[in-house]
């Protein structure tokens, strides 16, 4: 059998760059004969790429007919395989050749999760775990490659993240990042749960938050309603401040937050000072970002990232270059052409920049960025007379469509706000610009209220109520747990599906809800062996899957201490020790 590896070392020794780059063919390593005597070899050492990448190449240039008598031997090498590089280089060269993938059928498929079963009950086995990793991966771009279909992959994955805390290290690290790249292309087969599942231990939670801010980010850019799309941009933020709290030097998820921060900021009364800090932002963690990619190997799914991340970094400098002149004091002096020229670049930022596969960013422009800079031009009547006369003289701008498209839009607006007859504020009513403007203030009451509020003051008034509004919520931000805050509000939803969920119960129970999760965190902050009878509770299931036995009496009891020093301790009620199992607690309605 070492014929074999002496073939491979005489064929890489006189290969091209390009000729190693696709792997040796059948006749490189002996012929059909030869290959096919050296299974056991393939299966045991570390040469089994060289076999895929020779059988692929066949299938490719001879046709499936002369790849077959290698599919069997394949089949067994993959499933026989306990040398991690060997398999993963096998994997690898296997989605360079997705039609030998698909030839090899159901078969390769039951391997692989085969593979990553044996990963998942690997325990201290790294390389079984590390198998099972490269299982996962290829069939995430077998996949992507629709070679195989999700919902057999949803299933694998779902079996695989059932108990997290139980995963080697080696493979569970692996798991969110594919699980989201997988929800990136098939976002209907509900993939959160499982992401959601993997924010538990320590080694998975950033990739998992990661993942389900990409995941709330696609979700906003759904949306065809300025305010429906900024609340879920700010939960995208929300998700991204509670990762960087645990991560701070996480590049891709500080670029993100700054990029979305110079979207939702570019209607602020403050966007000229704000938006270019943002975007100084976005451009030092691009620059961080490009530095620690430079001159490494991108897997195909993430090639996607980088184009993402790009396409964010390239709208937020647009958004740059057009706030810079609209702020309400500056008068436009002097030659007008360039300001309007970064207005329409910004304005129709849809027909050039990418944002997520499949998904351009015409919804967030259209929404976020295109209403914005016609209200720049609605406030101000000399400037839409800047504009027409741009469209009038002016030889670069007479003919762009986008000019063209914004004059269109405004003169639309503009009719639309007229006053009606005897109406004393349909110009405020018909103008949604002023909801963009002071969306803090606008959401704190309803429509009439919120115009008869904006009749009454003055913009500088209402500017300076948005913004202390603004800076009361960045500082409730830094003191809360986002975490905390998330679990609270998904429990929330949970129990809002509950017929028995009456108004009159609802509230003083989630009183009671919020004190037991501050119990089971200070529990957990405790731990098991230092807090002793009265966190026991905590200790994991024995190796049979059975329960622990635990004093239920001294869980009550503590239980009953701490809601003794929470706002509930005039309501709370327990009963006699002893009786009931221990300290049972009780809030009357």
């Given at each position: 059998m070492q014929a074999i590896d002496e073939r491979i070392a005489q064929w890489a020794a006189h290969a091209s760059r390009s000729e190693r780059r696709a792997g040796p063919s059948i006749d490189d390593l002996g012929g059909q004969s030869e290959v096919l005597a050296a299974m056991d070899r393939f299966a045991d050492g570390p040469m089994l790429p060289y076999l895929v990448s020779a059988v692929g190449r066949q299938y490719c240039?001879?046709?499936?007919?002369?790849?077959?008598?290698?599919?069997d031997g394949v089949l067994s090498c993959l499933r026989r395989q306990h040398n991690h590089s060997a398999f993963a280089g096998a994997v690898d060269a296997l989605t360079g050749h997705p039609g030998l993938?698909?030839?090899?059928?159901?078969?390769?498929?039951?391997?692989?999760?085969?593979?990553?079963?044996?990963?998942?009950?690997?325990?201290?086995?790294?390389?079984?775990?590390?198998?099972?990793?490269?299982?996962?991966?290829?069939?995430?771009?077998?996949?992507?490659?629709?070679?195989?279909?999700?919902?057999?992959?949803?299933?694998?994955m779902d079996e695989a993240t059932e108990e997290p805390h139980q995963l080697p290290e080696a493979l569970a690290v692996r798991l969110p990042r594919l699980i989201g790249v997988l929800a990136a292309h098939h976002p209907t087969i509900g993939l959160r749960g499982l992401?959601?599942?993997?924010?538990?231990?320590?080694?998975?939670?950033?990739?998992?938050?990661?993942?389900?801010?990409?995941?709330?980010l696609?979700?906003?850019?759904?949306?065809?309603?300025?305010?429906?799309?900024?609340?879920?941009?700010?939960?995208?933020?929300?998700?991204?401040t509670e990762l960087l709290g645990n991560d701070p030097d996480r590049v891709d998820a500080r670029l993100y937050h700054a990029a979305i921060e110079s979207i939702l900021g570019f209607s602020a009364p403050d966007a000229v000072t704000r938006v270019p800090q943002a975007v100084a932002n976005v451009r030092a963690e691009?620059?961080?970002?490009?530095?620690?990619?430079?001159?490494?190997?991108?897997?195909?799914?993430?090639?996607?990232?980088?184009?993402?991340?790009?396409?964010?970094?390239?709208?937020?400098?647009?958004?740059?270059?057009?706030?810079?002149?609209?702020?309400?004091?500056?008068?436009?002096?002097?030659?007008?052409?360039?300001?309007?020229s970064a207005l329409l670049h910004a304005y129709t930022a849809h027909n050039t920049v990418t944002v997520l596969k499949d998904t351009p960013t015409g919804s967030a422009v259209r929404t976020m960025v295109a209403p914005v800079i016609e209200d720049a031009f609605l406030r101000n009547e000399n400037r839409r007379q800047f504009l027409q006369y741009a469209l009038t003289h002016d030889e670069d701008l007479r003919d762009d469509p986008a000019a063209r498209e914004l004059h269109t839009s405004l003169s639309v607006r503009a009719s639309q706000s007229t006053p009606s007859a005897g109406s004393r504020t349909g110009g405020w009513r018909a103008d949604p610009g002023k909801g963009r403007r002071w969306h803090r203030l606008a959401g704190l009451f309803?429509?009439?209220?919120?115009?008869?509020?904006?009749?009454?003051?003055?913009?500088?008034?209402?500017?300076?109520?948005?913004?202390?509004?603004?800076?009361?919520?960045?500082?409730?931000a830094t003191i809360s747990d986002a975490k905390y805050?998330?679990?609270?509000?998904?429990?929330?939803?949970?129990?809002?599906?509950?017929?028995?969920?009456?108004?009159?119960?609802?509230?003083?129970?989630?009183?009671?809800?919020?004190?037991?999760?501050?119990?089971?965190?200070?529990?957990?902050?405790?731990?098991?062996?230092?807090?002793?009878?009265?966190?026991?509770?905590?200790?994991?299931?024995?190796?049979?899957?059975?329960?622990?036995?635990?004093?239920?009496?001294?869980?009550?009891?503590?239980?009953?201490?701490?809601?003794?020093?929470?706002?509930?301790?005039?309501?709370?009620?327990?009963?006699?020790?002893?009786?009931?199992?221990?300290?049972?607690?009780?809030?009357?309605?």
């Open positions: 240039e001879a046709g499936p007919e002369a790849a077959t008598p290698f599919y993938a698909q030839a090899l059928g159901r078969p390769l498929v039951r391997i692989l999760v085969e593979r990553l079963n044996d990963g998942r009950d690997s325990d201290d086995d790294v390389m079984l775990a590390l198998i099972g990793a490269e299982a996962a991966d290829c069939m995430v771009q077998l996949a992507m490659a629709q070679v195989i279909g999700p919902s057999r992959l949803l299933g694998a992401l959601e599942r993997c924010l538990g231990p320590e080694h998975m939670f950033r990739d998992a938050a990661f993942e389900l801010a990409l995941i709330d696609r979700d906003a850019l759904e949306q065809n309603d300025y305010d429906a799309m900024a609340a879920q941009l700010r939960q995208t933020q929300a998700r991204l691009l620059r961080r970002y490009r530095s620690w990619r430079r001159r490494t190997t991108t897997p195909g799914w993430a090639r996607s990232r980088d184009k993402d991340i790009t396409a964010w970094a390239e709208l937020a400098f647009l958004l740059e270059a057009a706030v810079t002149h609209m702020g309400d004091d500056d008068p436009w002096y002097g030659n007008v052409t360039p300001i309007l309803d429509a009439d209220d919120f115009q008869g509020l904006a009749e009454s003051s003055t913009e500088h008034m209402l500017d300076r109520l948005e913004l202390a509004l603004r800076n009361q919520e960045d500082f409730l805050g998330r679990l609270l509000e998904r429990l929330r939803r949970e129990l809002g599906k509950s017929r028995d969920w009456l108004p009159d119960i609802a509230e003083p129970f989630m009183l009671l809800l919020e004190a037991t999760i501050r119990y089971a965190y200070m529990c957990y902050d405790i731990g098991r062996q230092i807090g002793g009878g009265y966190t026991e509770f905590l200790r994991l299931r024995d190796k049979d899957g059975k329960k622990q036995k635990v004093d239920e009496a001294l869980f009550h009891q503590h239980y009953q201490e701490v809601l003794t020093y929470s706002a509930l301790f005039r309501v709370v009620q327990c009963e006699a020790i002893n009786v009931g199992g221990g300290r049972a607690c009780r809030c009357p309605r």
